[in-house]
């Protein structure tokens, strides 16, 4: 079976672009990190720390990885009084407002790629790893992908 390996992003005219690459899924281990749901239904993620990860990535740069990946999703789910006003200008509008500016939540989202692209290049693609959005995934799960064999994955070296 094949699949798009993560996309990997790049800037034209201002406007960023994905290029899907071929993976080959008997070629990758994956390791998934449930929602922690003892917070209720608020987005976390359980920071248990991935077995695989041993002798590669510290236990501290998960961790830290994990509470800024929640931290992240705690802002963007808080209410405050810009998002009522943000939901009431979406009402009135008819939700046209959206086709002219961004929600809180999807500036929140850019922020939380921005950061996972960061971290896969620093410093999970260099250990063999490359951490999915939990975005991709309905918010379940984050998904870490590592390679049998990383000469097939274009973006772990």
């Known amino acids: 079976m094949v699949m798009a390996s993560p996309m990997q992003s790049s800037a034209k005219n201002g406007v960023t672009v994905h290029e899907m690459k071929a993976l080959r899924l008997e070629s990758c281990?994956?390791?998934?990190?449930?929602?922690?749901?003892?917070?209720?239904?608020?987005?976390?993620?359980?920071?248990?720390y991935p077995l695989l990860f041993r002798g590669k990535i510290s236990e501290q740069t998960w961790e830290n990885t994990v509470d800024t990946i929640n931290s992240i999703f705690a802002e963007a789910e808080k209410v405050c009084f810009a998002t009522i006003v943000e939901?009431?200008?979406?009402?009135?509008?008819?939700?046209?407002?959206?086709?002219?500016?961004?929600?809180i939540y999807q500036k929140k989202m850019m922020k939380l790629n921005e950061f996972l692209d960061r971290e896969n290049q620093e410093t999970y693609?260099?250990?063999?790893?490359?951490?999915?959005?939990?975005?991709?995934?309905?918010?379940?799960?984050?998904?870490?992908?590592?390679?049998?064999?990383?000469d097939l994955h274009p973006l772990i070296k």
């Open 29 to 48: 281990r994956k390791i998934f990190i449930p929602r922690d749901y003892a917070h209720g239904l608020n987005v976390h993620f359980e920071t248990q």
């Open 87 to 103: 939901t009431i200008l979406g009402c009135v509008t008819c939700y046209c407002s959206r086709l002219v500016a961004d929600t």
């Open 125 to 150: 693609n260099p250990a063999g790893f490359h951490i999915l959005s939990p975005m991709e995934r309905g918010l379940r799960t984050i998904e870490i992908w590592n390679p049998l064999n990383r």
